[in-house]
């Protein structure tokens, strides 16, 4: 027992140091159970099932699931929560299976478990690396109090068009903000030692380029040179993976014709051989059995293909359970494989502490100390408030007083099934603070009268889809017409007008792609009518996705986009509108002028025929008839209630050579009227190299907070390692060459300095 001991911690410390990227060594606890398995338990440990009852996002719901687990069929479940039920299938594994293997329970916790966060899009565009991996800490804390040990996420899809409706799940579109924001998250979620209950394995998803899905429509093909893969793409998966991320999940799309989930050079090539990955590989829900509409072949031919792909564990299809004892008799897979997949399986169990105590995530006193507690509430409060971006400013209402007389008109104003965002299953909308409860929270001595003023939306046909997971855009039973008036009743009694308008929850995220992105029609003309009433008008938007909202930005009035914001959302809202705290979130994927220019990002490369600066259109240039290239907001943008100047951008040299350093730094004053924080970014522009460079990229970042008056210098530290990218040939290189470079609040600012690499 006690060498036993031993070894765990000797291992523990291993793990703690190195991660599941690194791990070489074979654990002898696993080996040992490896050789007492059959053939078929090793199979049974590569299924992964769900009972139903959660969130099921295909058509499949796990049969039988009971009898399946008592056969040694079954390697881990999801869709499942609470200690009592788990110990309940936990126990079928442990004591009802001839080895007693104990299952991995998993979880998609994409945003907080039962304390919800604002989405992943919202929370990347506060640029606080601190406070994100603090949310997913939480998140990893009350979803292992509920008896989860694996999530499926971080989702770190690099997205680049905004009619796809997952790109709410993630961090927008730049690769280096994108990596270090998946670095937070395995951290939060894996934090030092997986054998601490109140941690959980991360899963780096959707591997790969699930974001790329062409015409923004889900689930479709991606077909993409390698070089734009490893320089635009990966990245974050990388990084993930680097920081120890433990599994990581298959996609959906077909990549360059061989879909993710049975692409060999992607599970095997790229991931292990060349990344060096040690934890396991999931399929996405159903994916294997997709690679049959795909154009695979029948389910034992895609099931083999996976597995030699390098699949590990097949979600909720059961390919590999019905077809792979059938492929090894055939000589289509090996059992060695087989062996390899479940060895990395039962290495994650392992490391997960569940062979010394399969109940450790099963207290059942957890739940009630660890959930949605106060503290846990503040988090999100303040990770809301941070999240937002306050687009545009008209006058200077804004911050409100707090005694002013408010008319907080529109169909999210009121509405507690909405704040909550995509892909929280297992929050509770009921528990959200909803806009009009948070203003009276923050402001008692206003005067706040509310009115619905229009429907999410009046088309019932689309009403109808967006309410799958209950009622999110209902039409009310009064008219439009009704509606609008009493809500220019409202406005006109009051002295400010606090429009809450913007997307049901559902409208973005999984199989919620729009072709038209725009605010729907019903609040637009709610809008039109309150500007006319001639009070000022601030618009609070909420959205999974950029919106195009180029009619709204050319209005006199204030907008701040708040995205789905959690189960704290109307006090956030309220923080921010009265002041409490400074807006000061920054966009992470480009907001076009219209779904025409879309895919639009800020890093493109540039034409031989390049739009005239002055944006005016041009013959044979690369430019539109009817439209600028420039985009409505671009990336790395956001207002703030006060103002930063930049001045004296400079490099502590004018040459960096491979073994040296260089600093870039710049001045920034707070010159407006409040204290705030600032997001100072920093981009390079390499202006010649083997392929063609894009025309900036983001290299660093630091948010501080300047006091009214005050200024900073903020520095960024710049080495060879910084200028790498990937060739011709995919090798990480740097070129030696003159570099541009700009230190600014968002992406658009003109080059202020240069460097040169030296040979
Ligand atoms: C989604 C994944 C999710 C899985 C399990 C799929 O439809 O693409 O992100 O983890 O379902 O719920």
Redesign the pocket.
Known sequence: MKSRILSILILGLIFSISGFAQSQDKIPEVEALLEKMTLEEKIGQLNLL?PGG?????AVVSKNVEDKIKAGKVGGL??VSGPEKIRIAQEYAVNDTRLGIPLLIGS?VIHGYRTTFPIPLGLSSSWDMDLIQKTASIAAKEATADGINWN?SP?VDIARDPRWGRIA?GAGEDPFLGSAVARAMVKGYQGEDLTNPATMIA?V??FALYGAAEAGRDYNTVDMSRVKMFNEYLPPYKAAIDAGAGSV?SS?NDINGIPATGNKWLLTDLLRDRWGFEGFVVS??TSLNEMIAHGMGDLQAVSALALNAGLDMD?VGEGFLSTLKKSVEEGKVSEEDITVAARRVLEAKYKLGLFEDPYLYLDENRPESDILTEAHREVARKAAARSFVLLKKEGSILPLKKNAKIGLIGPLANNKNNMLGT?APTGDPQLSVPILQGLKNVAPNAEITYAKGANITDDAELAEKINVFGPRAEIDKKSPEVLLKEALQTANNAEIIVAVVGEATEMSG?AASRTDITIPESQKKLIRELLKTGKPVVLVLMSGRPLVISEEMEMPLSILQVWHPGVEAGNAVADVLFGDYNPSGKLTATWPRSVGQIPIYYAEKNTGRPEPASGEFEKFKSNYLDSPNSPLLPFGYGLSYTEFEYSDAKASSNTLNENGEITISATVTNTGEFDGEEVVQLYLHDKVRSITPPVKELKGFKKILLKKGESKTVDFKISVEDLKFYNANLEYVFEPGEFEFFIAGSSVHPFTGTFTVEE
């Open positions: 769900t959660g969130v099921a996002t295909g999801f869709g998609d499926f989702m799940e899963t998803k959707h999940m959906f996405d829900y979600m892909w999984e």
